[in-house]
């Protein structure tokens, strides 16, 4: 699948502007989920007060590619892969900028949580969670750069594991709570904080089923893992189980 | 961490397009290529060429014109009640499958067709088969809307008194009243019966055309570009007229917009060097289609 | 700035353009001076010319139908009245009036001041009314073609006498007819009601003209069908890309260009050698012309039938027509203004060959005006060129009256093709 070269020069660069915008948006987005995350592990106020303040750049950029996408449609009427192409970038950086809101959140509350004790306890699991969900949007975004259907399909079982880890993260803030009343507070705060993380995850899980459709053409939402495999990726079903 | 933050802020990734594993050409389990690795090459065509319900039915479709092949062994049907549209680059052949489905093609002497050709299940090329009787049944709108320099009455009762459809005036009268409501005309002409076909405006030529295709009843309409000449407006009237006729008619239409096959047909049949690549649903082709060529050609790739 | 410097060389060069165009334009309007001027010129001439002969000299003569002079003894015996010597009447009158005319030479002289025909008309009038006889008559005759270039000033008194037509004693009666107004200058029915005659005052171009309209006739009914059906088949039916198609097509413009005469060859050689039809008529004059006007036809057909747009021939078929049908229904009416044209532009060239009618008789001095296809005739050019060749003085008007007809008779074909293709002309 190319963008390139179609008989309008110009037409190629307007997608091609539209899919850097998405390129650069993502990497805008991922950056602002580390920090947030490494404000929030690090117990960096400062760190989290500029996350939180970094949002405008990505809700202005979700208004802009918006803009040219609708542009491109009034004027191009794209049709089959450019049209995927469309649709998906319209539908990715939604997802994009919740991702972007998520990160404020994350950020609002580790400044809050910055200020208070260190979450001496629940950092390793916090930071394993945190690691994997950041593992699966730096995967999607890449999916999505290099149109990657094979890659995405191999990203889209590891919400589970989240799941996983943010149930752990749970019981133990339970015990937290039951503990010391006084550590409420700070423990919603780290759910909080934990569920941000998990709804990243979805959404980079959602980026993850728009490279499918981009590339390959069927929509995957709402499809069971397995059928997904065995219906459009016959070949990768060795590999997926790795 | 430290190898998740490899990426700055605002900085576009590096995007190789192609994917860094290499995949197999050709799966070792289905057999099925990969699309990415499907070429410009025509092997047979891919999609739903063939329906339960075909009204008209073509296989193994060659056709010459002289030495020169312009139509490559074609397997289609056309169903019953659906607009299929036939699209493609000038000279892929669209336009002369669409004239081998009513036998325009006899009036050129040195044009050859062969392969089988049904209509409702009769052989369309068949010694039984009279090409007079078929256009009758098989009507045939055209690209330049052509009205014969008569008036609009006799445009539209030519083919029913060609064939003796009406037995008497009053007949003929209704018939030709029926078919300019068909076709959306009736409105505008009405007190203009008796005045010349060709003063009215190039869209309400080609619904008088359209008319004058309906009143011979056919069961099959065939439109070559029938809006190439018309403006937006008068193309939208047709493309609203055909949305109509189709609950009574079959409609094959050739047709050079794409956006015009997505608007009105259910069906979409792309064309390339006189090979049928790829024929499916029109919402499947303009959003997903199988073959590289067809993808190209709808994106704008290589016209 | 490069835009700049093309349009300074754009601009030096538009003068130089703009002269060209100028003086192309000139060219034109010059060449079409020299046309109009050739014309005009061509035009005065055979006018000035002609203009004469559509007059001609009577002369008024007292007639006493003597019987016994005529030599008539009962009324009722038509035989005798065909036969009598009405010539001597005249002579009579004409000595009555000019007494003393002495020898030979001058009785003839006085004789010939009015035409031949002078005793036919008696004849006639006398054969009608046999009443007449014994009584006396007055009759504008036609008088004799000397007389009548002298009326027209084509002769002039003032020559020696030995130089001139007319000697000095014939002036002296043309003198005393003018003084008791015996001459008189009349309108030249004679032109038009007559056929051809060895006395240039009684030779009339009404066997030409009717000869042509035979000739025409068969031209037309023969040339028409024969050059729509082939020029329809070639552009309709034949098949494409057919050598026999070829050659034919060929052979068709060749044959357009075939010199005419080589037709009356053909004619002579097929027609009247080979089947027998008769020479000198119509019949075998339109065969011949129809040889040469069906190229023209043919290939005029063609074009038209060509330029008819596809599109309405394929409406036709696309609604079920037959190719016959859509032939008559469609092709040939949006064609007919084209045909029609060729056909009078062929009919009018086989109006003015004179060629190829030579070789097939028709150059034969015919006095009897044709009534049908199968009476030897002559046609108009035939009879111009015959005149032309004639040695009386009063042959030269009368050559160039008969091409005034003949070109009155063009112009008025092509005002009919004119008319009938704004007749057939449809737009689509």
Same mark, same amino acid.
């Given at each position: ?55 405008? /750049?990505?809700?202005?950029?979700? +208004? ?48 809050? $949580? ?28 890449? /999916? ?49 904080? /934990?569920?941000? $993380?998990?709804?990243? /995850? ?9 490279? +499918?459709? $981009? ?28 | ?48 060429? %063939? ?60 044009? =050859? ?21 078929? =256009? ?32 008497? =005036?009053?007949?003929?009268?209704? %018939? ?35 008319? =004058? ?62 090979? %049928? ?27 | ?49 002609? *203009? ?21 003894? !009962? ?64 009759? *504008? ?7 009548? &270039? ?12 030995? #130089? ?8 002296? *009666? ?15 029915? &004679? ?36 050059? &729509? ?6 552009? #309709?039916?034949?098949?494409?890309? !057919?050598? *026999? ?68 021939? #394929? ?95 063009? &112009? ?17």
């Amino acid at each position: 699948m190319e963008i390139g070269q179609h008989i309008s020069q110009r037409y190629n660069e307007e997608l091609e502007d539209i899919r850097n915008q998405v390129l650069k948006m993502g990497g805008l987005v991922e950056s602002q989920a580390e920090q947030a995350v490494k404000a929030l592990l690090e117990s960096d106020f400062e760190l989290a007060k500029t996350v939180a303040n970094g949002d405008e /750049a990505v809700n202005q950029m979700e +208004i802009d590619i918006d803009e040219e996408c609708t542009r491109v449609i009034a004027r191009r009427q794209p049709t089959a892969s450019d049209l995927r192409l469309v649709v998906a970038v319209v539908k990715v950086i939604t997802d994009l900028e919740r991702i972007g809101d998520e990160a404020e959140k994350i950020a609002r509350y580790s400044k809050k $949580l910055a200020k208070k004790q260190k979450i001496t306890t629940m950092h390793s699991e916090l930071s394993h969670m945190s690691q994997l969900v950041l593992t699966m949007l730096h995967d999607s975004l890449d /999916a999505f750069a290099r149109l990657d259907a094979e890659g995405a399909v191999g990203i889209l079982g590891k919400d589970q594991q989240v799941n996983v880890e943010l149930d752990n993260l749970s019981r133990l803030l339970i015990t937290f709570m039951m503990e010391d009343p006084r550590n409420i507070k700070n423990a919603l705060r780290v759910s909080w904080c /934990a569920r941000s $993380l998990e709804r990243i /995850a979805d959404h980079a899980q959602n980026i993850c089923e728009y490279v +499918i459709y $981009l590339v390959k053409g069927k929509d995957v939402r709402h499809t069971s893992l397995e059928h997904i495999r065995s219906k459009y990726f016959p070949y990768d079903i060795e590999d997926g189980e790795e | 961490m430290t190898d998740v933050i490899n990426t700055m802020p605002g900085m576009p990734r590096a995007v190789p397009l192609e994917s860094e594993t290499p995949k197999p050409a050709v799966d070792a389990i289905t057999g099925e290529k990969h699309r990415s690795e499907f070429d410009v090459e025509i092997n047979g065509t891919v999609g739903k060429p %063939l329906v339960d319900n075909a009204k008209m039915s073509s296989r193994n479709c060659d056709v010459f014109y002289g030495d020169k092949q312009a139509i490559f062994g074609v397997d289609l049907d056309i169903g019953n009640n659906e607009i299929i549209a036939m699209i493609g680059p000038s000279g892929c052949g669209k336009s002369t499958f669409l004239r081998v489905l009513n036998r325009m093609n006899d009036t050129i002497s040195i044009c =050859r067709v062969t392969g089988e050709h049904t209509l409702d299940g009769e052989d369309i090329y068949g010694k039984k088969t009279d090409p007079v009787l078929l =256009r009758a049944r098989v009507g045939m709108v055209f690209q330049k809307p052509n009205p014969f320099p008569k008036s609009i009455y006799d445009n539209v009762a030519y083919g029913a008194r060609l064939h003796g459809l009406a037995s008497n =005036r009053s007949e003929l009268d209704d %018939l030709v009243e029926a078919s300019l409501i068909k076709a959306g005309l009736f409105k505008e002409v009405k007190d203009d019966l008796q005045k010349p076909g060709t003063g009215l405006s190039g869209g309400q030529q080609q619904r008088l055309c359209i008319a =004058r295709a309906i009143a011979v009843d056919p069961e099959v309409i065939l439109m070559d570009e029938p809006t190439s000449a018309l403006d937006p407006i008068a193309t939208a009237t047709i493309e609203e007229l055909m949305d109509e006729l189709r609950s009574n008619y079959t409609i094959a239409i050739v047709t050079h917009s794409m956006q015009q096959a997505a608007r009105v047909s259910q069906r979409t049949a792309y064309f390339h060097m006189g090979k %049928l690549v790829e024929v499916n649903d029109t919402d499947k082709v303009f959003t997903n289609p199988e073959h590289q060529l067809t993808e190209n050609y709808i994106t704008g790739r290589f016209g | 700035m490069s835009n700049s410097n093309s349009t300074e060389i754009i601009r030096a060069g538009l003068k130089k353009r703009y002269a060209r165009e100028k003086r192309f334009r000139l060219f034109g309007i010059a060449s079409l001076m020299i046309s109009f001027a050739f014309l005009l010129v061509l035009l005065f001439t055979i006018v000035s010319k002609g *203009w004469p002969a559509f007059q001609q000299t009577y002369v008024k003569l007292d007639i006493v139908l003597d019987e016994t002079v005529l030599k008539v003894n !009962n009324k009722s015996d038509e035989d005798a009245l065909f036969s009598a010597n009405y010539q001597k009447v005249v002579r009579e009158s004409l000595n009555k009036m000019f007494p003393g005319v002495k020898g030979r030479k001058q009785k003839r002289d006085l004789k010939n001041i009015v035409s031949n025909s002078a005793a036919y008309t008696i004849r006639d009038d006398v054969l009608e009314n046999p009443d007449l006889l014994g009584t006396k008559q007055t009759y *504008w005759f036609l008088a004799k073609d000397d007389i009548d &270039v002298f009326m027209k000033g084509k002769i002039d008194r003032d020559l020696p006498e030995d #130089e001139r037509r007319l000697k000095d004693y014939q002036f002296e *009666w043309i003198d005393k007819l003018i003084e008791e107004d015996r001459l008189e200058k009349r309108f030249n029915t &004679v032109l038009f009601t007559n056929g051809d005659s060895r006395e240039p005052e009684q030779a009339g171009m009404k066997g030409a003209i009717m000869g042509s309209l035979f000739t025409m006739l068969v031209t037309l009914m023969l040339s028409f069908p024969i050059a &729509v059906a082939a020029a329809a088949y070639l552009e #309709e039916f034949a098949p494409q890309n !057919n050598k *026999w198609v070829d050659i034919i097509e060929i052979n068709i413009n060749n044959l357009a260009a075939v010199p005419s005469i080589v037709f009356g060859l053909l004619g002579l050689a097929v027609y009247i050698n080979y089947f027998g039809v008769p020479r000198s008529t119509p019949l075998i004059g339109g065969l011949v012309l129809t040889l040469m006007t069906l190229p023209t036809i043919i290939i005029a057909s063609r074009a038209a039938i060509k330029s008819v747009p596809p599109s309405i021939k #394929e409406a036709a078929i696309g609604l079920g027509a037959s190719r016959i049908q859509t032939l008559f229904q469609h092709t040939l009416p949006l064609a007919m203004p084209g045909i029609l044209t060729g056909t009078i532009i062929g009919m009018a060239q086989a109006l003015g060959e004179t060629a190829p009618l030579l070789m097939i008789g028709m150059i034969a001095f015919v006095a009897e005006v044709p009534t049908g296809v199968l009476d030897p005739s002559t046609v108009m050019p035939v009879q111009i060129y015959l005149w032309s060749d004639s040695p009386e003085r009063a042959f030269t008007e009368r050559t160039s009256a008969a091409i005034m007809v003949l070109l009155g008779f063009l &112009v008025a074909m092509n005002l009919i093709a004119i008319m009938l293709r704004k007749k057939f002309e449809r737009r689509w």
